[in-house]
């Protein structure tokens, strides 16, 4: 199972809105409502930030939301704030589970 | 509260063997599903295996057949048992806990275990 792909790095300031996308296939993204998003600060563990594609678990902010379309899934972070800058991994359930490589997030 | 603490890991040679434990609280490993995600470092995430409730196992190809997953009902306790280490293997491994059936997406997280194999 290959992994899903990222981009490396994405930017914005603070108040602006970003999109991070995941890109899969047929097999694994496009096949399944099951893409989780997680956001991972330095020296800390993952955290869940969306779960089924669009869906937030209780205490994680409105300012995230997610969306898929076809075999490509997209995390959106409106309102950014110094404490959004962390690495961000998407997830689908592929029979297995198969991560994207990571997005590292910079708020200038 | 949920909670999933690691240990067993550190420091082993190529080929040895390590033992990975993930003490749970607040919740029943036995009723859940609970899976291995690893992290070299510097790298991304890397899911290793999963353990559902009613005892199926599966695994990343690349641990196929040298890591085992089990769980020990009366300690509620999740168990990675790893074999024929390799320098590629050395990483921090965490635990964690999935949504279930249908809902196959990590809840929570442990804070995680460093194996590092090395000579």
């Known amino acids: 199972q290959s992994a899903l792909t990222q981009p490396a790095s994405v930017s914005g300031s603070p108040g602006q809105s970003i999109t991070i996308s995941c890109t899969g296939t047929?097999?694994?993204?496009?096949?399944?409502?099951?893409v989780s998003w997680y956001q991972q600060h330095p020296g800390k563990a993952p955290k869940l930030m969306i779960y089924?594609?669009?869906k937030r678990p209780s205490g994680v902010s409105n300012r995230f939301s997610g969306s898929k379309s076809g075999n490509t899934a997209s995390l959106t972070i409106s309102g950014l704030q110094a404490e959004d800058e962390a690495d961000y991994y998407c997830?689908?359930?592929?029979?297995?589970?198969?991560f994207g490589g990571g997005t590292k997030l910079t708020v200038l | 509260e949920v909670q999933l603490v690691e240990s067993g890991g550190g420091l082993v040679q190529p080929g040895g063997s390590l033992r990975l434990s993930c003490a749970a609280s607040?919740?029943?490993?036995?009723?859940?599903?609970m899976s291995w995600v690893r992290q070299a470092p510097g790298k991304g995430l890397e899911w290793v295996s999963v353990?559902?409730?009613?005892?199926?196992?599966y695994y990343a190809d690349s641990v196929k057949g040298r890591f085992t997953i089990s769980r020990d009902n009366s300690k509620n306790t999740l168990y990675l048992q790893m074999n024929s280490l390799r320098a590629e293997d050395t990483a921090v491994y965490y635990c964690?806990?999935?949504?279930?059936?249908?809902?196959?997406?990590?809840?929570?997280w442990g804070q995680g275990t460093l194996v590092t194999v090395s000579s």
């Open positions: 997830c689908s359930y592929a029979g297995s589970r198969v």
């Open positions: 607040g919740f029943t490993v036995s009723s859940n599903y």
């Open positions: 089924e594609v669009s």
């Open positions: 353990i559902y409730s009613g005892g199926s196992t």
């Open positions: 964690a806990r999935e949504g279930g059936r249908d809902a196959e997406y990590f809840q929570h």
């Open positions: 047929s097999s694994d993204v496009g096949s399944y409502n099951l």
